[in-house]
């Protein structure tokens, strides 16, 4: 739903009612996998999709009748490998959406205070898990239900499942370790569990020629990038054709102090400058980040390992750069050593390091 | 040189003289590599650049005294450290400049012949290397002496070296070896070899949603990207917001057999269809590409390899294909299997596979 996200809350500003359409069950190819989401307002307007223009007629129709009777529902589509091939599919399948008015609008205060939260949970970049009620059958949705949304970093949650509630978080709390929406029965009925994780961010100390396309990597890689570097001439923005999210001039230990580091953070070093590296060196250790590489030679890093040291971080902490860093390409331009910097964070982000 | 090709074609077109500028020799962490170039022009019209800023006034004000005599010249530079870090560079060193009448303007039809011979190579993606005779001393040049261009694909020369040919030519065959910018000495004299490699090319079967971030990562990384598919709803350049170099919509077969496949040519199949990937496979393994890889599991790829045997294709041959393809980072969004392909590409050509 990131795409539409901005969308949703212009929608939602401009007071008009609408309908939110997910995807809660995906087929095979689906172009658009569980929890994308699609708007549809009065007029037929329309933002996002849930599918690569199969079933996207249909999901209006039923949307349009949703908005006016309040009442949600659950849609279930075969999508034939003809259909599917002549929009652009290799392959057709199942899909299913839950089709609700947009929580924003619901008669119910605790309906709307899960938004509220959840809103603000994706402004601070703090991740949420909704559950949303399904029906029991598959195709009536108990309308009456109200959704629950469990703050993974606060233990605390909000909304519905008075009745089971623990268990409810339980299960939210393992599709968030796992990162991964799915449907599950709570006391015989399905429920929708969606995970909003944190945007994961990339950290990069160095400004230097070698970030301008690691920025752009990164980027596509749908991490939010902030690069610190306290020299002037390299941190400006007239150098990056693709921007960073946050171009920091200034020394890492003035920004990292307050910084939210987490296991969503991801760390590389590209100065060589021991003045500028091992400051963020020795905050960064302090936290358990699932990847810290630092650019540079086996020598560089030994010394750099020995300054570490000699300043008192345990060896056990200081295990956890990687260096020399970046995959075994053989990476020579600097957008090849880019490459190959990227390519190891997304090793990390996925268990293969 | 490649980034101001183009600019120099618009301003030979223009009919006024300018010089052109090449680094030859650099320093520890030069932001230019040998064979970048700058031109200056009447007026101090600039483009390109041959440093970060730390020599280009000095080299433009010799430059323009070279356009005045017509005489080359070869300007040697120490960079202090401090000048360095203060535009950007994290270390000084020593920088050498060539500086010479652009080759289009020169006096001698023998010269002029060797640049519209180089600049057929680069319009038809053919290779060429360049030797250009420098002083012995390093401070003046001869320049009465012919440059030599040498066309690997085609074991053809032309220009100077009248007296040294055959030695001139074998160490050009040997710098295109190694795609490596060099000094050399010939006969006691210095001089400067330049190649000029094919641009690689990435050939992409099929336009996915794997394609798109594909062809982005490639062009950042100068491939050059041509995406065949003959399936129309792909192959519209709608759906890149970076378009391929070209979008072919065709079948694979009816593109490939007259297409120039050779050392520097990388290919990626990406459609697990095989109505579209295996007559694409039949011409690419004919050739001793330096990558074939094509998606899909273990099983799938065991299939294709035994299709492939079927119609008749030795197992040598079909061993060449990289399957599963993708280097082992757990890719799971299409943007990371682009990534794990694209890793694994420059792996092959960095000689790492």
Redesign the interface.
Known sequence: MRDIWEEQLNWINSGEPFVLARVIRTWRSA?RKTGAGMLIGPGMKVAGSVSGGCIEGAVIEEALEVLETGQPRQLNYGVEDDLA????L?CGGEVSVLVEKHWAFSNDPETRKVWDTLQNCIRNNQPAVLLSPLAADSETVDGNEIPLLVLPDKGENVGGFQNNREEAAELAMAAYSGRENSIVEIAGKNSFIQVFPRQDQLLIIGA??ITI?LV??AK???FMTVVIDP?G??STPERFDVPPDQLISKWPDQVLNDWPLNEDTYAILL???PKIDDPALHILLKHDLPYIGALGSSRTHAKRCARLEEAGIDKDSIKQIKGPAG???????A??IA??M???V??A????L
């Open positions: 172009p091939l002549s929009v652009g290799s230097g020629h396309p752009r990597f596509e890689l749908d020299r001439v390299f100065t060589h400058d995959a075994d390409i053989g990476a020579q331009t957008a090849e490459l190959s990227i390519a190891e997304i090793a982000k996925r268990g293969r």
